[in-house]
């Protein structure tokens, strides 16, 4: 999902949802760190989440849950297209 990003690349996906983040217990937060299992941070304080997660990967790494919206930035004229490479990279990952 992930492979066509920088690790610590700043992206601009669109966040839309009011109430929506990510919570999780200390030891939780603690083993998906050291996994390397968070796939997306906010940059900035949006929502509260834990840590900043926007966006983590399964145990196996081929399921992705966030909260930010890449399909709707995948054409220039959409403001920008940093969610394509995430599509891109998942159809890349399946092929």
Known sequence: FTARY?????????????????????????RIEGEGRIAFRYAEAV???????AGILNDAGNVLGMMP???RVIEAAHG????????????????
């Open 69 to 71: 919206h890449p399909e």
């Open 47 to 53: 929502n509260g989440s834990a840590r900043g997660i």
């Open 6 to 30: 920088d690790q610590g690349e700043r992206v601009r996906f669109p966040v839309a949802h009011h109430d929506g983040n990510y919570t999780a217990d200390a030891e939780t937060l603690k």
């Open 80 to 95: 920008n297209s940093d969610g394509r490479r995430l599509f891109e990279g998942l159809l890349e990952a399946v092929a």
